[in-house]
């Protein structure tokens, strides 16, 4: 599957910013992934196909919302609050398995930057 994400940018802390991810295959497992300067990638977000089931990292609990829509192969990380902390380049991935490690992540977007000034 292929996938183009999209919607990165300059926001100042607090705001808010609304990532998509346009897939060419619809059964499965999304995720959104982040990579700040000098850090590993972590797992931010992730959709369940089956089911719609949902879950966050910690750090972002309760400030983003991940969504998707399967008519349109869209999967979409609404990001509100945004911290300075936040910065970082945002992918989305897709997977067969639902995992939150990203080595379980076969497909994987282009990345979108994500930069929140204080």
């Known amino acids: 599957v292929q996938l183009q994400a999209s919607g990165g940018g300059l926001v100042q802390a607090g705001g808010s910013l609304t990532l998509s991810c346009v897939a060419s295959?619809?059964?499965?497992?999304f995720g959104w992934f982040r990579q700040a300067p000098g850090k590993e990638r972590e797992f931010v977000a992730r959709?369940?196909?089956?089911?719609?089931?949902?879950d966050y990292a910690d750090s972002v609990k309760g400030r983003f919302t991940i969504s998707r829509d399967n008519a349109k192969y869209t999967v979409c990380l609404q990001m509100n609050s945004l911290k300075p902390e936040d910065t970082a380049v945002y992918y989305c991935?897709?997977?067969?398995?639902?995992?939150?490690?990203?080595?379980?992540?076969?497909?994987w977007g282009q990345g979108t930057l994500v930069t929140v000034s204080s």
């Open positions: 959709s369940r196909w089956i089911n719609g089931e949902t």
């Open positions: 991935a897709a997977s067969t398995s639902w995992h939150t490690r990203s080595t379980f992540y076969y497909y």
């Open positions: 295959g619809n059964n499965y497992n």
